[in-house]
RNA sequence: GGCGGCAUAGCCAAGUGGCUAAGGCAGCGGUCUGCAAAACCGUUAUUCACCGGUUCGAAUCCGGUUGCCGCCUCCA
């Protein structure tokens, strides 16, 4: 089986196949630390964590490098508006980053290199590009001419002329084509400052990733994904740059994800649309949040809506209770293993060989929610009939196995459903469990009035009653 | 203006040439239960925005129409 991956650079599904057997390089573009991370940012990252997590999972070995754009026009903005250090802000925000990541269960990449420390690469590819040809100094700046590139567009699939038609942004004077873009900015009075040939300065954007991605994956490497609204022109640019100075053939394959979108509007920091991780975790459990954001295929829109998201939440709430069903029924899973072992070389008409199926074409994560659904009540289909030990240990490996992928079912079941309860009000559970022994000696001596009516204050008070024959549990009515 | 994407049941969402159009949520009927809850079983799109075309055969390919969205400017 091969894995598929669609590539924005040819618009079509491709094998793919890395520069290097069984090993790959892929390179995701970050955040910018100027501000909290909205969860269109979590977006991007789960799907990126999701597709690291997949190709280890089929044996590859990953180099995965994300990046922290720490130095830009707006974090020196924000810096100027709070009048503090632009530094600190950066600092302060990718601690906020790991924060958030964390309780995403993203994990964290191989490399997440800042732009700050890589200034001298940046410089010494800029002169590479001065003495190619391919920059030009005005004034302390320097540019990159496109024109110059005979292939600028190609990635991003643009003509020169189309550019230049649609163009509002205000010419620059000093660029002999408007979109000639910056690599190196000189500094104005209090902004931050490198010295270079030209001048004291600061990177352009687009040098950072082009810089950092040959340093820890080589000139030519195999992914390079991000937001589709990097596409261009970020990424045609760091394209163009990265050719131009050290040949090769930069990145291989380009994935591109989708937007979060709220009321199908893009969510961004200027239509003021937008709802941090932050704000998101007040609400919703991670993990629902996380299978949500996996539900759709990873390319296209995504949009928000607390009604969406709580179907899902009933939906995670399911898969949750047949674990604890497994359980109560074969114990604890075994802890000490990889869990995602079933998926090396799964047998054909398995579980994990649909899994593996679907995950194969481009990732399609939606139809692999869709089979761990089945499998899940196939396995609750199977403890009713009573089946053996060893068949539920095995189903549940498989369905382990999936999930590790995804990152969910990462907490115990009870541990789940109080998580939940805890967004929606704290539960006192010494007088749950009183009510509850009233209510049992109400039901001893058959008085289903009484019994009832306790029932149903609990209810009211967010507590639902299971009736089992080894006595009544309960739990958070979510 | 240029380029690109999307439109599948009440809602969310897979499926891109051929067995009965996945799955989730919600609803309804049933099994179980004192009654519930949970779980399971059954059920809910003769039809895939609309109009043409190609084909033995299309939700899937082609052309057109409508609607929504994105990129072209910092943006995951």
């Given at each position: 089986m091969t894995i598929k991956l669609y590539n924005t650079a040819s618009r079509r599904k491709e094998i793919f196949e890395p520069l290097e057997p069984g090993r790959v390089g892929m390179y995701v573009c970050g955040v910018t630390v100027y501000d909290l991370c909205h969860i269109g940012h979590a977006r991007s990252a789960i799907v990126f964590d999701v597709l690291s997590r997949y190709l280890r999972a089929r044996g590859f070995e990953v180099t995965y490098v994300r990046n922290f754009t720490d130095v830009d026009d707006k974090i020196i903005e924000r810096a100027r508006e709070m009048g503090r250090d632009p530094g600190d802000i950066a600092r302060e925000y990718i601690r906020a980053f790991h924060e958030d990541m964390a309780r995403l269960g993203v994990a964290p990449a191989d490399h997440e290199p800042k732009a700050t420390e890589h200034i001298d690469g940046m410089i010494r590819m800029i002169r590479t590009l001065m003495e190619k040809g391919f920059a030009y100094e005005v004034d302390g700046d320097v540019f990159y001419s496109i024109e110059a590139f005979r292939d600028y567009g190609a990635l991003?699939?643009?003509?020169?002329?189309?550019?230049?038609?649609?163009?509002?942004?205000?010419v620059d004077a000093k660029k002999k084509n408007p979109h000639d873009f910056a690599l190196w900015k000189a500094a104005k009075p209090g902004e931050p400052r490198w010295e270079s040939p030209w001048g004291p300065g600061r990177p352009g954007w687009h040098m950072e990733c082009s810089v950092m991605s040959s340093h820890f994956l080589g000139n030519t490497f195999d992914i390079h994904g991000g937001g589709r609204d990097l596409l261009f022109p970020h990424h045609e640019n760091e394209r163009a740059q990265s050719i131009a100075a050290n040949g090769g053939g930069f990145a291989r394959y380009w994935v591109h994800n989708g937007f979060v979108t709220v009321d199908s509007e893009k969510m961004s920091k200027s239509l003021g649309n937008f709802l941090t991780i932050r704000d998101a975790l007040e609400t919703y459990h991670p993990e629902v949040l996380r299978l949500f954001l996996l539900s759709k295929h990873y390319r296209t829109p995504l949009d928000f809506s607390r009604e969406a998201v709580m179907d899902l939440q009933a939906g995670l709430l399911r898969i949750y209770r047949t674990l604890q069903r497994l359980e109560e029924r074969i114990g604890s899973p075994k802890t000490d293993q990889d869990p995602t072992g079933a998926l090396r070389n799964p047998a054909e008409g398995t579980f994990p060989a649909d899994f593996v199926g679907v995950m194969d074409d481009d990732l399609n994560t939606a139809a692999a929610v869709g089979l761990l659904f089945e499998k899940v009540r196939e396995?609750?289909?199977?403890?009713?009939?009573?089946?053996?030990?060893?068949?539920?240990?095995?189903?549940?490996?498989?369905?382990m196995a999936a999930a590790s992928v995804l990152g969910i079912l990462r907490e115990s079941p009870r541990d789940f459903e109080l998580g939940l309860a805890e967004a929606a009000g704290r539960l006192d559970a010494g007088?749950?469990?009183?009510?509850?022994?009233?209510?049992?000696?109400?039901?001893?001596?058959?008085?289903?009035?009484?019994?009832?009516?306790i029932r149903d204050r609990?209810?009211?008070?967010?507590?639902?009653?299971e009736d089992g024959p080894g006595g009544t549990t309960w739990r958070p009515d979510v």
């Open positions: 991003s699939g643009r003509k020169m002329e189309d550019l230049q038609a649609g163009s509002r942004v205000a396995i609750n289909r199977l403890m009713d009939e009573g089946v053996s030990k060893e068949l539920l240990e095995k189903e549940r490996d498989d369905l007088k749950i469990e009183d009510m509850i022994r009233q209510r049992a000696e109400a039901r001893k001596a058959r008085d289903w009035k009484t019994a009832d009516a609990l209810k009211e008070m967010g507590v639902i009653l």
